[in-house]
């Protein structure tokens, strides 16, 4: 059964936010920056099966600022309204 996985820090954990999409699960990563030049970011955001969304959870507000936001691309993704896979705040 495939499983939808919201992960924080996925740019540390691209091990895990790969092996987790090559397994058929939808992850989404968040990860703080995107305006870093380090490769495993631009990496993460290639593979398939993994929607990168730009997000600071570094407080319960921005975590549930987060969930939400991830909630909206479920849904569009669910009614094929999701117009691109990168989500930006």
């Known amino acids: 059964?495939?499983?939808?996985?919201?992960?924080?820090?996925a740019s540390f954990g691209r091990d895990t936010?790969?092996?987790?999409a090559r397994a058929g699960h939808t992850v989404f990563a968040l990860m703080r920056g995107f305006a870093f030049p380090e490769p495993g970011i631009r990496r993460i955001a290639a593979q398939p099966g993994i929607d990168t969304v730009e997000r600071d959870v570094g407080s319960d507000d921005l975590v549930d600022r987060a969930v939400k936001?991830?909630?909206?691309?479920?849904?569009?993704?669910?009614?094929?309204?999701?117009?691109d896979r990168h989500c930006r705040a």
């Open 1 to 9: 059964m495939s499983e939808t996985v919201l992960m924080t820090g």
């Open 69 to 83: 936001e991830v909630l909206v691309l479920c849904f569009q993704r669910m009614t094929h309204a999701a117009p």
């Open 17 to 20: 936010a790969e092996t987790l």
